[in-house]
């Protein structure tokens, strides 16, 4: 198995063994397949693409196809230990809907997402004057999934908002873990553990 | 020493009654079915497949009536994703069928003559309380998997529904947990075509020597148009003209699909009962998983540890996408195990049965794993 993809190695290695998992937007099921062959994790996922979900089922993984915004609302409460969702919360139409169904389906939620705020980005916007495209954003604004942009700092106060507790962060430049001090700045990515 | 049970074009007579949904019973039943592979020693790896409406016992073997090869042998057979060297395949012909099982056109052991409309309306799981019946008799104990398409989709639901210590694993392709009114409809128009021909006879027509073909005919022709799709039809036959350039202003098969749909009408009359095609359009007619639960389908699936493929393709019209996701969403109520993906593809319900790479690689990958 090849290495994860450092914020799912991350999030691999804070899962409680033996637990309960729903994986929305799980790819080709990378991330699971590792959660069941290390953790003995009871792994389900969700996929909207045709080829990812034939990739994870061939893994012998159970994975449906379906869409983070509209599917969510089969599962039962509190059906799963975790709920993840890593580089999908920019994509769905409707991010606190989404929030709102991980946190009803399991007790806790990681959430993996590009900062839009890092200094790169940043300084793209100031002097560019385009949409950024960076290492973490490399495409174009007329093709990326990404249609709800989000920083470290909105995401604090979007779970603030919504009641949800974070219960850990980590945060990431590269395949680096940073420090969480000027996140919001120095920060590619960010992985938040939430519960309710 | 080889065991008789096991093998090409078997059949057995199983005595034990056979309770059905309707309050009747059967007894004794005769079961036509065909082994692939070798049962290992802990009985493990078996799979049972189940057929479509008009399929039958010849899955991955010479159709002896047709010539064809076996109606799944895109799937099953020799470095196939289902593979006899490392299953133990079943496929029997369905009750009420006419391929060698107890049907309408067998003899009624109360008077020795066909049985005709007074053999007992079945469902789809009075079918697999017979298949169950087989598998005792073959010592499968539990299965590995049991896997369909369309009505054998019915039925891989209905075992991990009524028998899910039986069942690890259980695939349904192109499948349906309830008959629609629009599937009951066009069922209903090749019934009619049926009993309005005077040779059915009231199904009184095995001792003539005249069935009802004309009838059986334009059942299949209106059955057959369900199974493909627009598109496909579009792309095979557009308004080409048959054998001809141009209109006869008659009604001859003046376009290719009107002879193509009559081909298919006549080439089925030779292969299939007219009686059987009425009790077995009826068994799916009557299917409804959730009514046999409480009229909840999550119901038919609560805390079973069956795990289950799901697979639909984006051009069937006949069991389309929306009633997979319903199972799906159903499973998903019940937490079970559950993959699902819709497969892309111009052939409507039929594509199950054609060349589809992406099925094969799910129902492989899928089988693999299961543990």
Redesign the interface.
Known sequence: MGALRPDLAIIAENVAPGARVLDVGCGDGALMAALRDKKQVEA?GIELS?SG??E???????????DADTDLG???AD?FDYAILSQTLQTTRAPHKVLFELLRIAPHAFVSFPNFAHWRVRLALLWGGRMPMTRALPTAWYETENIHHLTIDDFRAFAAEMGLRIERAWFLTGDRLTSSAAANFRAEQAIFLLGR | MTDERFGLDRRVRLTSPLKLDSGASISPIEIAYETHGTLNSDRSNAILVCHALTGDQYVASTHPITGKPGWWSRLIGTDKPIDPADYFIICANVLGSCMGSTGPASANPATGLPYGMSFPVITIRDMVRAQAMLLDYLGVGVLHAVIGGSMGGMQALEWAATYPERVRAAVAIAATAKHSAQNIAFHEVGRQAIMADPKWNGGEYYLTGEAPSAGLAVARMAAHITYLSEAGLTEKFGRRLQAREALSFGFDADFQVESYLRHQGLSFVSRFDANSYLYITRATDYFDLAEEHGGLLANAFRGKKT?F??ISFDSDWLYPTAESRHI??AL??A?A????????SPFGHDAFLLDAP?MN??V???L???G
């Open positions: 389900r045709r979900v034939a994870a089922v061939a893994k012998g993984l159970s994975v449906v196809q379906g089969e599962y039962p059906s | 795990r493929c799901v799906v969403h998903n109520a937490s195990a559950v993959s699902f993906v819709e497969i892309e992406e690689r799910v492989h990958g899928f693999k794993a299961v």
